[in-house]
């Protein structure tokens, strides 16, 4: 069993700044693809960006593109989000997601479908007011 405990989330105004941490138990934490979701009121839950066990490969929506950096710490077992030049769309709970199988069939690229994520946190708000 994995959990991930994500941290970092508040009201900022926007244009503003914020760093969203996931804090995983797992020794195996350098296997894993990496990903963070969101979900806005009254919207399904959404890619945001991913990053795989190297940290080498990352992938984006593109509506986050140029704004956030998905970046990962194997040593300390955490995955980040750096979001920038917030907007009020990026309202929303951010999820941390961890894909455990990947890495054993010898993927390379994170997915970005939610069905190939294994474990996931309990979420942190983000509120951008305009």
């Known amino acids: 069993q994995v959990q991930l405990v994500e941290s970092g989330g508040g009201l900022v105004q926007a244009g503003g700044s914020l760093r969203l941490s996931c804090a995983a138990s797992?020794?195996?934490?350098?296997?894993?693809?990496l990903a963070w979701f969101r979900q806005a009121p009254g919207k399904e839950r959404g890619f945001v960006a991913a990053?795989?066990?190297?940290?080498?490969?990352?992938d984006y929506a593109d509506s986050v593109k140029g704004r956030f950096t998905i970046s990962r710490d194997n040593a300390k077992k955490t995955v980040y989000l750096q979001m920038t030049a917030l907007e009020p769309e990026d309202t929303a709970v951010y999820y941390c997601?961890?894909?455990?199988?990947?890495?054993?069939?010898?993927?390379?690229?994170?997915?970005?479908?939610?069905?190939?994520?294994?474990?996931w946190g309990q979420g942190t708000q983000v509120t951008v007011s305009s």
């Open positions: 997601a961890a894909d455990v199988r990947g890495y054993r069939s010898g993927r390379l690229y994170p997915k970005v479908g939610e069905e190939s994520y294994d474990y």
């Open positions: 797992s020794p195996t934490f350098s296997n894993y693809f």
């Open positions: 990053i795989g066990w190297t940290g080498s490969r990352t």
